[in-house]
T-cell receptor, first 113, second 115 residues
Framework: KAGVTQTPRYLIKTRGQQVTLSCSPISGHRSVSWYQQTPGQGLQFLFEYFSETQRNKGNFPGRFSGRQFSNSRSEMNVSTLELGDSALYLC????????????FGSGTQLSVL | AQTVTQSQPEMSVQEAETVTLSCTYDTSENNYYLFWYKQPPSRQMILVIRQEAYKQQNATENRFSVNFQKAAKSFSLKISDSQLGDTAMYFCATDSGAGSYQLTFGKGTKLSVIP
């Protein structure tokens, strides 16, 4: 069974641009969560989707958005990139409806220049 | 809001020895989960062990075990017979209660296993 797949692995953007990251969950998983990891702030929850509905959102500005498709694949978008958005973005999927057992991908490393 | 504190930024252990990583947390929930995740250089977060707060028995997974002290809000991870492959960042985390959809993580402990 394939794991959680995130694309691309690495991304370089400049300030002001926008970016879209993709996450394909484990087959059969309907919940997808996104986390931002930075050296300063650590791991922070961005949002969670279940059956195409956003159920929970972390404390991030509106520039961060996401969506989930009918096949459970998810994308997150960051508009008007800032230097501080440079981070590892991790996606996790879950079979259950809670966070009791998350399976993480290897992340997308975003660098904003 | 939940908080998770890992007071040891870095630790090292000799191969085959035992090491304990510390974690304290704060939550107002009665029913919650606690987790230890491992993040090797590949960056993928891997679940090492989890503990349900209402279970008094400490969880164990092969060489990994926890010491869960609910009243003290302490959740330490013991790694026995340390192996080179255990070298990684270790994160302690908790969810926000039953049915919660998010995890709150500590800042992590960098563990190095020395041959």
């Amino acid at each position: 069974k394939a794991g959680v797949t995130q694309t691309p692995r690495y991304l370089i953007k400049t300030r002001g641009q926008q970016v879209t990251l993709s996450c394909s969950p484990i087959s059969g998983h309907r919940s997808v969560s996104w986390y931002q990891q930075t050296p300063g702030q650590g791991l922070q929850f961005l949002f969670e989707y279940f059956s195409e509905t956003q159920r929970n959102k972390g404390n991030f500005p509106g520039r961060f958005s996401g969506r989930q498709f009918s096949n459970s694949r998810s994308e997150m978008n960051v508009s008007t990139l800032e230097l501080g958005d440079s981070a590892l973005y991790l996606c996790a999927s879950s079979l259950e409806q809670g966070a009791e057992k998350l399976f993480f991908g290897s992340g997308t490393q975003l660098s904003v220049l | 809001a939940q908080t998770v504190t890992q007071s040891q930024p870095e630790m090292s252990v000799q191969e085959a020895e035992t090491v304990t990583l510390s974690c304290t947390y704060d939550t107002s929930e009665n029913n919650y989960y606690l987790f230890w995740y491992k993040q090797p250089p590949s960056r993928q977060m891997i679940l090492v062990i989890r503990q349900e707060a209402y279970k008094q028995q400490n969880a164990t997974e092969n060489r990994f075990s926890v010491n869960f002290q609910k009243a003290a809000k302490s959740f330490s991870l013991k790694i026995s017979d340390s192996q080179l492959g255990d070298t990684a960042m270790y994160f302690c985390a908790t969810d926000s209660g039953a049915g919660s959809y998010q995890l709150t993580f500590g800042k992590g402990t960098k563990l190095s296993v020395i041959p």
